[in-house]
């Protein structure tokens, strides 16, 4: 079992930064495939990012391509998503997300096993 806790969102001027974090307990981190899926109202999860057990390998969407970057530091068990140039449409609740499958990368929801609770990112212009 994985249990996934964001933290790191807020508030922030159109142009701004962020950078989430998610702590995941549980020894299998390192294994471990992990996304970050995000959430607008009225709106269905869409992936956003994601990065493969050892690192090597990075996902973007075409909407954040050059914007955002997902890190991992396994000694850690934590993975990171860099914001920058924030736009008011980035404006989402922003999940964390684990598979056990860690060597590939994953970009459907329906892959990953294990998500966090979320927080929320908010964008204004």
């Known amino acids: 079992q994985v249990q996934l806790v964001e933290s790191g969102g807020g508030l922030v001027q159109a142009g701004g930064s962020l950078r989430l974090s998610c702590a995941a307990s549980?020894?299998?981190?390192?294994?471990?495939?992990m996304g970050w899926f995000r959430q607008g109202a009225g709106k269905g999860r869409e992936f956003v990012a994601a990065?493969?057990?050892?690192?090597?390998?990075?996902y973007y969407p075409d909407s954040v391509q050059g914007r955002f970057t997902i890190s991992r530091d396994n000694a850690k068990n934590t993975v990171y998503l860099q914001m920058n140039s924030l736009k008011p449409e980035d404006t989402a609740v922003y999940y964390c997300?684990?598979?056990?499958?860690?060597?590939?990368?994953?970009?459907?929801?329906?892959?990953?096993?294990?998500w966090g609770q979320g927080t929320q990112v908010t964008v204004s212009s």
């Open positions: 549980g020894r299998t981190f390192s294994s471990s495939g």
């Open positions: 990065i493969n057990r050892s690192g090597g390998s990075t």
């Open positions: 997300a684990a598979r056990s499958t860690g060597r590939w990368i994953a970009t459907r929801l329906e892959e990953y096993e294990y």
